[in-house]
């Protein structure tokens, strides 16, 4: 089972600042197969970026992602207020399908 | 627009059954790979188990090999999880999500909204 690791566990950010989230994978994962949601409170996750670095549709172009092999990032340009959430990052390389732990972004 | 409505959770007593259905709409659901993803009270998400398009190849967690299945009818657009000999940690709300794939990658890109099991006595 792959094991993906997700850094750091909270980000204290104020809206404008810059976000970065990290997944590490326990063994290599093929670009294609990272991905990374958000989700809120009481809802379902969303996708945000799949195939390490292609954003799904309607997704603001501050969201992006990067990395491969077994480090991958996601960066948030400008915080939003409306992205204050908690972000997951999964891969689809094998199975069990493994989804990272988790990082909140919340406002400092 | 693409849907995905879950049904069948419920409080259930530890050993006892649940079957989850999610009713697809607004896809031509026989063409996409399909999952179940549970998230327990508080918790992060967690991968449970997802079928080929045809239903012909299906993959499981750890943690529930041996006592779920899924399954699927592509004549009704409905996605199906067996859950046998259920524990208290089985309590959680569990997702139906269909899974995107392309050249540049895979994801489940539409989730349903969730049913909620818990399993107690």
């Known amino acids: 089972e792959i094991v993906l690791t997700q850094s750091p566990g909270t980000l204290s950010l104020s809206p404008g600042e810059r976000a970065t989230l990290s997944c590490r994978a326990s063994?290599?994962?093929?670009?294609?197969?990272l991905a990374w949601y958000q989700q809120k409170a009481g809802q379902a996750p969303r996708l945000l970026v799949y195939?390490?670095?292609s954003r799904a549709t309607g997704i603001p172009d501050r969201f992006s992602g990067s990395g491969s092999g077994t480090d991958f990032t996601l960066t948030i340009s400008r915080l939003e207020p409306e992205d204050f959430a908690v972000y997951y990052c999964?891969?689809?390389?094998?199975?069990?399908?493994?989804f990272g732990q988790g990082t909140k972004v919340d406002i400092k | 627009q693409v849907q995905l409505v879950e049904s069948g959770g419920g409080v259930v007593q530890p050993g006892r059954s649940l079957r989850l259905s999610c009713a697809a709409s607004g896809f031509i659901f026989g063409s996409y790979d399909m999952h179940w993803v549970r998230q327990a009270p508080g918790k992060g998400l967690e991968w449970v188990a997802a079928i080929w398009h045809d239903g012909d190849n299906k993959n499981y967690g750890d943690s529930v090999k041996g006592r779920f299945t899924i399954s699927r009818d592509n004549s009704k657009s409905t996605l199906y999880l067996q859950m046998n000999s259920l524990r208290a940690e089985d309590t959680a709300l569990y997702y139906c999500?269909?899974?995107?794939?392309?050249?540049?990658?895979?994801?489940?890109?539409?989730w349903g909204q969730g049913t909620l099991v818990t399993v107690s006595s």
């Open positions: 063994q290599s994962v093929s670009s294609r197969y």
């Open positions: 195939g390490t670095s």
């Open positions: 999964q891969q689809y390389g094998t199975s069990p399908r493994t």
């Open positions: 999500a269909r899974e995107y794939s392309s050249s540049s990658g895979k994801a489940c890109d539409y």
